[in-house]
């Protein structure tokens, strides 16, 4: 789940040109990566701007995850509730995300272990942390 919880991070902050673009951080503060959302669909980039995959939102709140090649990743199903389910390609749940309301968001690993956090303040920037609460990046919008 460390993985899907690195990865969700490295998502949440790569990009396509136009539209809504943020950066993402490392924890030193190093620029990782940036993600342009536009339309219903994200571009990944990683800081060399090469495109690293895509994500694409459908109405019904099902997002799903391709590698730059085009093949799919994974997939992201979001509930009324807050909580977002990932899957992998074969469909078997790999985490989930659940947020609170108060900008907090909690990441689970299938078998519910809290793998991490992200809290957005009102300014718009995302920090990130593991299970012990250690920095691991930032998204800035």
């Known amino acids: 789940m460390v993985k899907l919880f ?51 939102e459908s109405s019904s709140g099902r997002t799903v995850y391709r590698d730059a090649s085009g093949r799919i990743t994974g997939t992201a199903t979001e509930s009324g509730s807050g909580r977002t389910v990932y899957r992998d390609a074969s469909g078997r749940i790999t985490g989930t995300a659940t947020e609170s309301g108060n900008g907090r968001t909690v990441y689970r690993d299938a078998s519910g272990r809290i793998t991490g956090t992200a809290t957005e303040s009102g300014s718009g920037r995302t920090v990130y942390r593991d299970a012990s609460g250690r920095i691991v990046g930032t998204e800035s919008r």
């Open 6 to 56: 690195v990865t969700v991070l490295l998502l949440a902050g790569t990009a396509l040109w136009g539209g809504s673009t943020s950066t993402v951080r490392d924890a030193s503060g190093r620029i990782a990566g940036t993600a342009t959302e536009s339309g219903g669909k994200t571009v990944f980039r990683d800081s060399f701007l090469k495109i690293k995959g895509t994500a694409t």
